[in-house]
T-cell receptor, first 110, second 114 residues
Framework: DAKTTQPTSMDCAEGRAANLPCNHS???????VYWYRQIHSQGPQYIIH?????ETNEMASLIITEDRKSSTLILPHATLRDTAVYYC???????????WGAGTKLIIKP | DAEITQSPRHKITETGRQVTLACHQT?????MFWYRQDLGHGLRLIHY???????NKGEVSDGYSVSRSNTEDLPLTLESAASSQTSVYFC?????????????FGPGTRLTVT
């Protein structure tokens, strides 16, 4: 089972920052937090990952709390093309592979 | 540009038929994966391969098989299709077994078993 809890859906206005929360209270010390997104009818797309420190790339920023029990993915200036399901992934299965939950459906509104 | 492709994009088949879904990548990645995604759910791993002639079972491998005869291709075979295998299937590849390396996904194959 997925080790993360995410809201089922969220709205955000175009041009605003979209902040997507993720709870992972049972995260282990060496487990990373990964974020992928899936635009409708497409394959998932990698966004970012982190361990302890905050991370930023051209797509997004990842803020991880000091106790590592939660994190927030930030899309600084959301556009309509950011409408997608966003998956926060923590932990691996017995095959050392990612465990995918149901994600958050983010809708960007004009 | 390197890419990962899947074919067919849509397939309708009958219960009991054998079906093969193709996956081809030009990234020259050693690692390839097959997932299924059911409506409203995340991805579940079916099989994966870390290189030529290497195959491994994932979380939901029953009723599926794969073979890896070259770097570029990892076909997924449903031995005897069942209605429970109606799903969207995604293939992915990755440069490294390290999960920090992103997986590149194909566009998916929508399979309907009637």
């Amino acid at each position: 089972d997925a080790k993360t809890t995410q809201p089922t859906s969220m709205d955000c206005a175009e041009g605003r920052a979209a902040n997507l929360p993720c709870n992972h209270s049972t995260i282990s010390g060496n487990e990373y937090v990964y974020w992928y997104r899936q635009i409708h009818s497409q394959g998932p797309q990698y966004i970012i990952h982190g361990l302890k420190n905050n991370e930023t790339n051209e797509m997004a920023s990842l803020i991880i709390t000091e106790d590592r029990k939660s994190s927030t993915l930030i899309l600084p200036h959301a556009t309509l093309r950011d409408t997608a399901v966003y998956y926060c992934i923590v932990g691996v299965d017995s095959n050392y592979q990612l465990i995918w939950g149901a994600g958050t459906k983010l809708i960007i509104k004009p | 540009d390197a890419e990962i492709t899947q074919s067919p994009r849509h397939k309708i088949t009958e219960t009991g038929r054998q079906v093969t879904l193709a996956c081809h990548q030009t990234w020259n990645h050693n690692n390839m994966f097959w997932y299924r995604q059911d409506l409203g759910h995340g991805l579940r791993l079916i099989h994966y391969s870390y290189g030529v002639h290497d195959t491994n079972k994932g979380e939901v491998s029953d009723g599926y098989s794969v073979s890896r005869s070259n770097t570029e291709d990892l076909p997924l075979t449903l031995e005897s299709a069942a209605s429970s295998q109606t799903s969207v299937y995604f293939c992915a590849s990755s440069e490294s077994q390290d999960l920090a390396y992103e997986q590149y996904f194909g566009p998916g194959t929508r399979l309907t078993v009637t």
